[in-house]
């Protein structure tokens, strides 16, 4: 595939600086330096106070720093709006940027809620001529994409089942204080919103379109310290959910922030009638390929005769890493705005994305139709 990068300079607007807000600038800054292009232009970048957005701005090689999101993403300057905020501002942010006329690079999860998800893909779909996509980054890794390409060449033939899961333990120890990622208001869904949707955006490339599910969620930690006293978790500590896709095939899928050793166990695996692909995020480089007849699984390491490892590195065996995930992503975004092919996931593959999290949400042992359509 061929991607075509910018002529002219894009100018950019970052709002927040945390682990989402470096990763997005070291994308900016790196984009044309991997892929080509005109460098972007790192116009303004706003954060919650002015310390940390001047300190910011000047660490990432932005021209200025404001704390007025609003002004920032309606600044003439400002062609694309990178959105890194906690997930309850991504509604109004995204919609202010889209009707300023932006493109927007917003962080994952999509939204709050599947309402406030079906409005913002409405608004984009609204605006054709502005490209909308979100931070499923672990969609980008050149071993992710050999296994969609093993796949969609029948390589393996059909796929018959897949089994996934996504657990990490930054909620294991029930003393971790309380945050707004475990409110309805501040973080919508728990492990669902915050890890689940990256399994399910890589299993929709692999799988295709799902048609029902069927999940149980649990609170593992009912309440958590805070300043104030203990306070409620109102989002789920971990899911478990069965799926059946359009095309027959059935899965299983796990998710769960309070799994005690697991950093970022983003695992899977697809049976084929023909094969069996096994993928894990802490080893990233890895795909291990079994075909019928083999004794046994071969380990596929990524390297240079993929085109979106060798953009970074000539030498096979020098790992690719999370941060250049978030390189190809800009890519992605920078390439749809030059004509190249569509950004994905966009805000209306975005919203399959939520149909499906919010579904295994409110499923509680009941099977919810999707009837999902897109790539
Ligand atoms: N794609 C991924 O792999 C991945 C990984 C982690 C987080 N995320 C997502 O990224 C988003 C942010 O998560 P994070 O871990 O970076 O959070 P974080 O707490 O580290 O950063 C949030 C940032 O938003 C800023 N902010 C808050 N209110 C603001 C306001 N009114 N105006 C401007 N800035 C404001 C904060 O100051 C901070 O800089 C979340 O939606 C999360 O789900 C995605």
């Not at 906690?86 to 942010?93: Q, S, V």
């Not at 973080?187 to 799902?210: E, K, R, S």
């Amino acid at each position: 595939m061929s991607y075509p990068m910018p002529e002219a300079p894009l100018g950019v607007a970052l709002i927040g600086t945390g682990f989402m807000g470096k990763c997005h600038a070291m994308a900016w800054r790196n984009v044309a330096t991997v892929f080509g292009g005109a460098h972007p232009r790192l116009e303004v970048l706003a954060d919650a106070t002015p310390e940390s957005a001047a300190r910011h701005a000047a660490q990432f090689g932005f021209a200025r720093s404001s704390t007025d999101w609003q002004a920032a993403v309606a600044d003439a300057a400002v062609d694309v709006v990178s959105i890194t905020t906690p997930n309850g501002m991504h509604r109004p942010m995204a919609e202010a940027a889209l009707k300023a006329g932006k493109h927007v690079w917003l962080e994952k999860p999509m939204a709050l809620t599947l309402g406030d998800a079906t409005a913002m893909a409405a608004l984009a779909a609204g605006h054709p001529g502005q490209v909308t996509i979100l931070g499923y980054n672990y969609t980008r890794s050149p071993a992710y994409q050999a296994a969609r390409a093993l796949i969609g060449e029948g390589a393996l033939g059909a796929p018959l089942a897949f089994r996934g899961v996504y657990d990490e333990d930054y909620s294991a120890d029930p003393l971790i204080p309380w945050s707004w990622r475990l409110t309805h208001a501040g973080g919508g869904l728990g492990a669902l919103g915050d890890l689940g949707c990256h399994l399910v955006a890589q299993m929709l490339g692999l799988m295709g379109p799902v048609a029902e599910v069927t999940a149980m969620t649990q609170i593992a930690v009912p309440e958590r310290p805070s300043p104030e006293g203990p306070k409620p978790v109102e989002n789920e500590d971990s899911a478990l959910a069965l799926i059946r896709f359009a095309s027959g095939a059935q899965g299983s899928f796990a998710t769960s922030r309070v799994a005690r050793g697991r950093k970022c166990r983003l695992q899977w695996e697809v049976h084929c009638t023909g094969g069996t692909l096994v993928f894990d995020q802490e080893n990233m480089n890895e795909l291990w390929v079994h075909r019928a007849g083999e004794a046994g699984f071969t380990r596929h390491l990524s390297g240079p005769e993929q085109p979106d490892f060798a953009a970074f590195c000539p030498a096979p065996g020098h790992n690719f890493g999370f941060n250049e995930q978030k390189v190809i992503e800009a890519r992605d975004l920078c390439a749809a705005i030059a004509g190249g092919p569509a950004a994905a996931p966009g805000f209306a593959a975005g919203l399959e994305i939520e149909r499906i999290i919010h579904a295994m949400a409110a499923s509680q042992g009941k099977s919810i139709a999707i009837g999902g359509g897109h790539d």
